[in-house]
Each structure stands twice: as C-alpha cells, then as structure tokens.
C-alpha cells in the first residue's frame, strides 16, 4: 500500500514538473517570437482591438528587448528573407541611431497667396489622417474651431492606415480622388502611427529601419505631400507625440526624423511639433501640469491622445494657422 502511494505521489510530482516545464517553454517561446506577435498586431484592421493586445504584447516586446531575447529571431528572419524574399534591408532594428539625410524634394512652385478670409471666403481646411487624426485631433479641432464661421472643415480619415501598406489604403490615390471634386485651401495630415512594419516595392520586401526602408517612405511621404501642396498650396504635418512604450517610441521617432527633415526642406509646409507640449522634456508622461492643474493628457493605451492632449495639440495648429493666413477678424486665443 505505501509502495502504491509512492508511485502516486512521484506520479504527480512528475506530472506537475513536466507542466511547469511546458509553462516556462512557453512563456519563452512567447518572449523570442515577440517580434511576430508585434507584427500581427499592427497588422489587425479593428484599431479597438489593435489598441487592447498591444497593451498587452507591447511590454512583453519591450521586455524581450531588453533581455536580447528576440534577437535570434530578428537576426534569422532578416537572413531568411534575404534569401527568400529578395529582401536586402538588413536586419531590422538598425535604426535607433541613424542619421537621416535630407533627402531632395520634389520640385514644387512656391504658391503664394494674399487672400483674406472670411465667413463669406471661408479658409477651407483638409484633416487627414489614421486614428490619431480621426479619434482626437480632428473632433476636437471641429468642436474649437465651430465658432470660427471663416473656417470650412472637412476630414479624410481611415484606421489602421499609413503610407507603408498602399494595399490596405492607397493615401495619393484616395486624396487624388477627393481633390478631384473639391478644392482646398490647407491640408493638415497626421499619419505614422501604423507605419512600424517592412513594406513592400517591385516584389521586394523591405525590413522597418533599413536604409532602403527610409528612402521609400520618404518617397511615399513626398508623393502625398506634393500632391496636396500642388493643389492646396499649403500643407502641416503633425509630429507623432511621445508614446509609453520604449520600443513603439523609438520606431515612431524614425518616422518623425524622416517627416521633420523632409518639412525643414519644404517652402510650403509647416511642422507642428507636439513633443514640448505633450510631454516632459520630450519624454512620455500620462499627465501634464497646466496652469497649476494636472490634465490626462494621453489615453490608456499610451499611444492615443486624451481629449486634454488633442486640445494642447489643436491650440498649437490653430496658432500655426493664424500666422500663415490673414483673416478680416483675428483669431480667437484658446484658454489653455
């Protein structure tokens, strides 16, 4: 009888070992393959459920960086697709620290304007953009600006989009097809923050951060911007804020050192910078002291903007507007 009570009790000491094994072979499997499950994430079409398992995945990525865990993975994957693919991006994560030079930009005729609007010539204003842009900004620069009457609104805005998948949502080709039944006098765009991915040119995948990687989404972002400054004379391009996630953070700091540089070359442009407003020195921060008064200024998910943060967001936009445009009666200025 005790005999049979030890066999049962290493039978179940054996079995609870082996699923304690299987559990942490798992939870590592998890932490290499982070990288996969990232990319599946951005690549989920439903920006609701984008946001809950990024929530989830993001520290997992974050943590797997820091202990070199998805190392392998990225290092493989880069040579895989090399040899398969014909992909000669590199390995991805290249990018942290590169220098991005001012690449040329396409030759565009300075638009100069002298009008002067109002409610009888109203400005007409473009906002485009992915859940940034639609979710936050653009609410809340139709709510500020409803009491303008020399402002005319009107928003082109698609979830989850971005200029590395034209598949998904080809941008110049849907502006091109609105511009073709209106007119506009200022096109503002905020895009970027589903542009973390390899993207694809003539067959040939290209790895996020490669060399190759940023001379075609420079390519991309001056395709759109030239066709809406062909046509509107003026464009803004808003800067990606801060985000919570360091890894997510630095990748949008790419696309924001290409969008900058791009701009500072451009006579028909204005870059609205949102890092010394929605941040502290730069720096990620739920909550921002205004006025003696601290405001969320961030959504939960550590990407979107609160109703607060798009309001900072909108106040800097209207001013940038206020200098590049005359009006019959000045501006109004938004309380913080």
């Known amino acids: 009888m005790e005999k049979q009570n030890n066999k049962d009790f290493y039978k179940k000491q054996s079995l609870r070992q082996s699923l304690v094994l299987v559990l942490l072979i798992v939870a590592l499997l998890v932490f290499v393959l982070s990288p996969l499950l990232v990319k599946w994430v951005n690549d989920l079409k439903d920006s609701h459920a984008k946001q809950i398992v990024h929530s989830l995945v993001d520290p997992i990525d974050e943590a797997s960086e820091k202990l070199y865990l998805s190392w392998p993975l990225k290092n493989l994957r880069g040579k895989f697709r090399s040899f398969f693919l014909n992909d000669f991006s590199g390995p991805e994560g290249d990018f942290d620290r590169m220098e991005i030079a001012h690449l040329p930009v396409g030759e ?85 923050m589903n542009d ?87 720096k990620y921060d739920d909550f921002l002291e205004v006025q003696g008064n601290y405001l969320r200024v961030r959504n939960s998910d550590g990407m979107h903007l609160s109703f ?15 200098d590049d445009f005359s009006f019959e009666v000045p501006l109004k200025n938004l309380e913080n």
Request: zero cysteines.
């Open 196 to 282: 973390a991915q390899s993207v694809e040119s003539t067959g040939r995948y290209y790895t996020f951060g490669s060399d190759k990687w940023v001379e075609i989404y420079t390519s991309r972002v001056d395709d759109l911007v030239k066709l809406l400054a062909l046509s509107t004379g003026q464009v803004y391009w808003i800067q990606l804020p801060p985000m919570r996630n360091k890894v997510f953070n630095d990748r949008m700091e790419l696309i924001n050192l290409i969008t900058e540089n791009y701009f500072a070359s451009l006579k028909q442009g204005r870059y609205i910078y949102t890092h010394d407003i929605l941040g502290k020195e730069g």
């Open 108 to 192: 565009m005729p300075l638009y100069i304007r002298d009008d002067v609007f109002s409610s009888a010539y109203p400005l007409r204003i473009l906002l485009l953009g992915d859940s940034m842009m639609k979710g936050s900004v653009a609410a809340l620069f139709r709510r500020e600006s409803s009491g303008y009457d020399y402002f005319e609104v009107s928003e082109l805005s698609k979830i989850s989009s971005g200029l590395s998948r034209p598949d998904f949502f080809n941008w110049p080709i849907e502006v091109e097809k609105l511009l073709s039944l209106r007119q506009f006098d200022l096109a503002v765009i905020m895009l970027g």
């Open 308 to 322: 607060e943060g798009a309001r900072i967001v909108v106040k800097r936009l209207i001013e940038g507007i206020h």
